[in-house]
């Protein structure tokens, strides 16, 4: 069933934990995320799928075969490099063609395929150009074309669109999924970019530290993260200080002046967590909990309001669908549906 | 000499930077360059002149310098067929010590940038330590080594029978080759050392990732990407064994001539300053020729790929 299959491995140098106790099974076809801070052991993973480091622990297996002592050039990869990593004395054909150069494929072949990979990242016309004269997001499309060119079992990304600006970046995060759907190669995206993880895979594995903190679809991610450093990764999150009082009969979650049936689980302190954009203002007097505008920033699409409320300060994201919004200074309630709450008991997971 | 700036220097040249152009803007302060410009005239513009002029001067045994416009010596020079056999024998040294340089001196940096940190940079010490010892005393360890019979290599060697005869070394062309090549070797490593900086450090792994072998990945992507700096510390190499003195003169002692102990001896012991002066120029001449040629091949070869 996985297709590529890590098994407990693990990293060290020297005292150095770089990657811990980290199991991880990939279907085929497959375009999986890991997604953490820098320095958190990504790049550490990657490039010991690739072989260019042994593990100090554990095993990773390709299609059932362990590829323990396999070497870099015989597992058939295809990595695609942060830098890129083009060689910079051949032209971009020469580039794309030198993994088949190296199968042996013969060369009318070569250059057939050699053409098909240009023209699958967009690049006819620039078979003869040598990378300096190629733009930043060129060349990456040629490391992609050389990568994929041999047809790779497992297509590992590092990072690859970081060194892109912003608004090409995006184009290229769609480029990226439409050609992996339409060639369906397992692919492995190392990025500390959590939108371009959630645009891109299937799943997401979010890592700290060296350790898998959560592995899950996009939506699960954000929407029931595993630990609060996934929910501080994955996007913005509200906390608040509560309580959750069980006297006989009833349960109850209290956090300032407003209270809520509390769901099984913690009792005693817990702290509330709440995406921005769940939360909605109500003028009312209903269960909310009360709090004072103290900055409102328009961001086209979007209001961001930084609001102090009882429980502490808080930030509110509201969609810009043209109603009239409240002023900075202005005391609002602040409430949200109980589906959308998170608690987790102080000083404890969940 | 200062050994790092004049190898990125020649790198620099050998590579034109981008952008280079545009920064010479139109208010340059250019009065700034008076103090630098003065001196450049004065040490170097106003003797090379002199020398030019001297070449062309006359010179009698017993009349010594006449100060008259002559075409003799170049004449000489042109006529004597010792004088072609020198700069043959001083441009073949330098040449094969060039060779030699780059054929030890590219591997040596390509090892010693994959080195560890302490490793490396106590590596590095050792490699430029030739730099931090006089030309002169470096060269007598030669002649101490492998100087006749009392030579330290030859009596090792001899004591164990593994040759009769001391090895031939010095005042021969090949001892000379040998020790100019050792004596120049640093800025060889130096300036592939500069190359290997601007090598992608994944480069060799993505190659890997695709299947070539070390083999293949040293000649088909590690080699051509230091070639420019291979070839420009050939330069750099090249003039100076071509130039140089003390090494020539203490292996290749007084029969073995080149074209600076020549001109040394034309003006410190025949004191014929005019001969001297036009082998002086000579040498220079098809020095800059040499390097200004070479350079452009360089530049005209690689400004494609890499700029
Ligand atoms: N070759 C190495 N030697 C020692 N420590 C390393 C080495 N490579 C990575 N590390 C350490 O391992 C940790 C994880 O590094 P890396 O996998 O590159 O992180 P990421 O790619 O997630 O930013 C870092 O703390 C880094 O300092
Ligand atoms: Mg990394």
Redesign the interface.
């Known amino acids: 069933m996985s297709f590529l299959e890590l098994n407990r491995v693990g990293k060290r140098f020297g005292e150095h934990v770089a990657v811990e106790d980290m199991s991880l099974s990939v279907a085929k076809g497959e375009f999986i995320s890991l997604l953490g801070p820098s320095g958190c052991g990504k790049t550490t993973t990657l490039q010991m799928i690739a072989g260019f480091m042994d593990p100090t622990a554990g095993s990773i297996c390709l299609n059932g075969r362990d590829l323990t002592s396999v070497k870099p050039a015989k597992r058939g990869l295809g990595i695609v490099f942060q830098s890129y990593a083009l060689f910079p004395h051949m032209t971009a054909a020469e580039n794309i063609a030198f993994g088949l150069e190296m199968r042996g494929v013969p060369r009318a072949e070569r250059d057939v395929r050699v053409r098909e990979a240009l023209a699958m990242v967009g690049l006819d016309g620039y078979a003869d150009r040598y990378p300096r004269r190629m733009s930043g997001g060129q060349q990456q499309r040629v490391a992609l074309a050389r990568a994929l060119v041999i047809k790779p079992d497992v297509l590992l990304l590092d990072e690859p669109l970081s060194n892109l600006d912003a608004k090409l970046r995006e184009d290229m995060q769609i480029e990226l999924r439409q050609i992996q759907r339409n060639i369906g190669t397992t692919t492995v995206l190392v990025t500390h970019d959590q939108t371009e993880a959630m645009a891109l895979s299937d799943r997401i594995v979010v890592m700290s530290k060296g350790r898998i903190e959560q592995i899950g679809t996009p939506h699960e991610t954000y929407e029931r993260p595993a630990s609060p450093f996934v929910s501080h990764f994955l996007g913005k999150t509200n906390e608040f200080q509560g309580e959750v009082i069980r006297r006989a009969g009833e349960a109850l979650l209290v956090a300032g002046s407003c209270q809520w049936p509390a769901p099984v689980g913690p009792s005693g302190p817990v702290t509330i967590t709440v995406r921005p954009e769940k939360v909605g203002f109500d003028s009312g007097s209903g269960n909310g909990v009360k709090a004072r505008i103290t900055n409102r920033i328009f961001q086209g699409n979007h209001w961001l309001f930084q609001c102090e409320t009882e429980c502490g300060p808080a930030i509110v994201v509201r969609q810009n669908t043209g109603e009239a919004q409240p002023a900075e200074g202005e005391n609002v309630c602040l409430v949200w549906r109980a589906e959308d709450m998170g608690i987790r008991s102080v000083g404890g997971a969940s | 000499m200062s050994t790092s700036a004049s190898v990125t220097a020649a790198q620099e040249s050998a590579v034109p930077a981008p952008g280079k152009q545009e920064r010479s803007g139109a208010r340059a302060p250019w009065p700034l360059l008076l103090p630098a410009l003065i001196l450049f005239v004065a040490v170097v513009i106003v003797p090379l002149a002199m020398t030019v002029l001297l070449s062309f001067h006359n010179w009698g045994q017993y009349t010594g310098i006449e100060f008259v416009i002559t075409l003799k010596n170049w004449h000489e020079i042109w006529s004597d067929p010792y004088f072609y056999e020198m700069f043959a024998r001083t441009f073949r040294i330098a040449g094969l010590a060039t060779l030699i340089a780059a054929l030890f001196g590219a591997p040596e940096a390509y090892i010693l940038n994959r080195m560890r940190a302490p490793w490396k940079g106590f590596f590095l010490l050792i490699i430029l330590g030739p730099l931090l010892i006089s030309v002169v005393a470096r060269t007598l360890g030669w002649a101490l080594l492998f100087g006749g019979n009392s030579g330290l290599v030859n009596k090792a060697l001899m004591a164990v029978g593994v040759i009769d005869g001391p090895i031939p070394f010095m005042f021969t062309e090949a001892g000379v080759v040998i020790a100019l090549a050792h004596v120049m070797m640093p800025f060889m490593v130096l300036s592939v050392w500069a190359a290997l900086q601007r090598v992608?450090p994944?480069?060799e792994?993505?190659?890997?990732?695709?299947?070539?072998?070390q083999m293949?990945i040293m000649r088909?992507?590690i080699l051509?990407?230091i070639m420019p700096g291979v070839l420009s510390g050939g330069i750099i190499v090249f003039a100076l064994s071509a130039s140089a003195f003390a090494t020539p003169s203490i292996i290749g002692g007084r029969r073995l001539k080149v074209a600076a102990t020549l001109a040394y001896d034309e003006f410190l012991n025949t004191l014929n300053w005019p001969l001297g002066a036009a082998v002086a120029v000579l040498l220079l001449v098809a020095l800059v020729l040499i390097i200004v040629g070479s350079n452009a091949i360089i530049e005209r070869r690689y400004s494609?790929?890499?700029?």
Request: hydrophobic share 45%.
């Open positions: 992608d994944q480069i792994n993505a190659a890997l990732s695709l299947g070539a072998g293949t088909r992507i051509p990407q494609e790929v890499f700029r």
